[in-house]
Structure formats: structure tokens, C-alpha cells
């Protein structure tokens, strides 16, 4: 990815593998030992494959009431205004799996 030039279509067909087998190496190492992985962000691939592999507990935690509809904050709420008459709740939210 930091090369000379950037990478061609048919590069990325040759660097995906790569890069998700480093993925979840670079989390399996990092995860070692914990009691629970915590994921966020835009970018979560991997990590409740990683914490299941280890055993360990697996969360997600998204601060974006637009990434999850929830009956708080439906798809399309503005923040800061509630819907329907309800209560504004906290910006954030997070699921667990079964496994936890």
C-alpha cells in the first residue's frame, strides 16, 4: 500500500487476502489475554471472529445514531431533537452478542 505507485485494480485482487489475513492476526495478538474485545468505528471487520476464536467476550459500540436505528432515534432523527415525543436518550449505543 505505501509503494511507489498506488495500487491497480488488479492489485487489490492480489492484496486482499493479505491485508485480512493481517487484520486478524493484528487483532488475535493484540486481543491475547483480554477478557473482552471492544469494537468501534468504520471498521470492525474481524473482531467478533477474532473474540469467538479466543473465547473471550465480544462488544460493539457505535456513538453514531445515524449508523443504528434504534426506537430513540429512527433512520433519518436529527440529533439533539426527540421523535415522537419521546425523551433524547444518550448519543450512544452498543450490542452484545449471545456469547457474552
Known amino acids: 500500500m505505501s509503494g511507489e505507485r498506488p495500487p491497480t485494480a488488479q492489485d487489490a485482487f492480489r492484496l486482499a ?3 485480512v489475513a493481517a487484520r486478524f492476526d ?3 495478538a493484540a486481543a ?9 468505528g468504520l471498521m470492525p471487520a474481524g473482531a467478533r471472529d477474532v ?3 479466543l473465547g473471550i467476550r465480544y462488544v460493539f459500540a457505535c456513538c453514531d445514531i445515524f449508523g ?3 426506537p430513540h432515534h429512527p433512520p ?3 440529533p439533539g ?4 415525543g419521546r425523551r433524547p436518550t444518550s448519543r ?3 450490542s452484545r452478542t449471545p456469547s457474552g
Not at 32 to 40: H, K, M
Request: hydrophobic fraction near 30%.
Open 32 to 40: 491475547e489475554g483480554c477478557d473482552a474485545l471492544l469494537a468501534t
Open 92 to 94: 450512544c449505543c452498543g
Open 17 to 19: 487476502p493479505e491485508l
Open 51 to 53: 473474540a469467538e476464536k
Open 68 to 70: 443504528l436505528p434504534s
Open 76 to 78: 433519518g432523527a436529527r
Open 26 to 28: 493484528t487483532l488475535t
Open 81 to 84: 431533537t426527540p421523535s415522537r
